[in-house]
């Protein structure tokens, strides 16, 4: 399924075949929650601008509009009608954000909704059979997520119980792949590496996992209040010990710097809501760095957002007239802003994987690098 085309270093070019498609990698996930990207784009926008995969959260398409729903909708590939593939988090970073409306338990976790306070129970079987009512093409194993810093003592149980959850979820989805009304039989799962910022349980718990032989594997539990240093020794101490014929996905990260790092580390996979939460605030990347389309110099700039770029925003308007929208609050301006940061990203992530066809994302990555932590 995963296919290892090139390598510079640690960093890699690849291929994953599953059954909704192709996905190149590196590759970012545009993040759309509720089987939408927030900003008012569509999954039509989505092909436009290059997005490969499309990332969806479990437990807020289980509390709306309901897993079951979009199971007798035909799935979640139809139900927003997709045809590329589809991966869905577990529930898990929901143990973390959610921290003052669950109570955790060898079982699962007793969440309190967010929506309505309906009172919610998932453990690692609840989440792989609302992942397959999904129907997505990659299902994240439940597990538990820790503020960092966390002491030692209950990270190192903390990982030991979601090593557990993770055994009871590869045997829930391996049953629930058999069944004949089981809308993708082929749903593939990835486990999630735990341990906080103790590289000793990091270890130790990539180890154990990588003895499972699973579709892929996730480093979770980063960019959750670690330094960004922290956060790189913790990739490093980790990925000599997962499979190399498996994708890596580091979760909920991040900024292009720390995408081009993380991919001279050996990553495969991103995702981050960075991309449309910025746009959202009239702030974008540009090669040049971050601009923020508030600032009052831009009012009679009649340049793209970024010089060269291809998004629909680049190619059609001026920074004068989407600071406009912006400020006049329509809605069309913030549409402009995350499309153009969806395909920054994107597009970023091809010229990624060009550069290490090529034998020169070191080169790459040393020139980008200071542009990219700069203000336009």
């Not at 999954?43 to 729903?69: A, K, M």
């Not at 119980?161 to 089981?182: F, G, H, M, Q, V």
């Not at 702030?283 to 110099?297: E, H, P, S």
């Not at 992530?349 to 040393?366: L, S, T, V």
Request: net charge neutral; aromatic share 8%.
């Amino acid at each position: 399924m995963f296919t290892l085309l090139a390598t510079e270093g640690k960093a890699r070019r690849g291929r994953f075949e599953t059954v909704h498609g192709t996905v190149e990698t590196p590759v970012f996930m545009n993040v759309g929650t509720s089987a939408a990207i927030k900003g008012a784009v569509s999954t039509l926008d989505l092909r436009e601008i290059g997005c490969q995969v499309e990332l969806s959260n479990t437990y807020h398409l289980h509390v709306r509009p309901g897993d079951d729903l979009i199971r007798d909708m035909g799935g979640l590939h139809k139900f927003m009608n997709w045809d590329r593939p589809i991966l869905t988090d577990s529930g898990g970073f929901q143990v973390f954000s959610l921290a003052s409306l669950r109570k955790i338990k060898e079982e699962g976790v007793y969440f309190q909704s967010h929506v309505d306070g309906r009172h919610i129970f998932m453990g690692p079987e609840e989440s792989m059979r609302i992942q397959s009512n999904l129907a997505s093409t990659i299902a994240m194993a439940f597990d538990e997520c820790v503020e960092n810093p966390s002491p030692y003592e209950y990270v190192k149980n903390s990982c030991e119980r979601t090593y557990r959850w993770l055994i009871r979820c590869k045997d829930e989805l391996a049953r629930l792949n058999s069944l004949p009304e089981t809308i993708n039989k082929k749903q593939m799962l990835f486990g999630i590496n735990q341990g906080g910022t103790y590289e000793d349980l990091r270890v130790e718990h990539i180890k154990r996992i990588a003895e499972l032989d699973l579709d892929g594997y996730a480093i979770g539990g980063l960019a959750v209040g670690e330094s960004a240093d922290v956060m790189y020794s913790v990739i490093e101490a980790v990925e000599e010990h997962i499979p190399k014929n498996k994708p890596r996905y580091l979760m909920g990260v991040g900024t292009p710097q720390n995408i081009l790092e993380a991919v001279d580390r050996g990553v495969d996979f991103f995702d981050c809501v960075i991309t449309s939460r910025n746009a959202r605030h009239a702030n974008l990347f540009t090669d040049m760095g971050v601009l923020n389309l508030n600032n009052n110099k831009f009012a009679r700039d009649d340049r793209p957002l970024m010089e060269g770029c291809g998004c629909p925003a680049c190619k059609n308007y001026s920074r004068a007239y989407i600071r406009h929208l912006i400020k006049a609050k329509e809605m069309l301006g913030m549409r402009l802003c995350v499309l153009h940061n969806l395909y920054f990203y994107n597009d970023l992530m091809a010229k990624i994987r060009a550069a290490i066809e090529r034998g020169e994302f070191a080169r790459m990555k040393a020139e980008m690098l200071p542009r990219l932590g700069g203000r336009v």
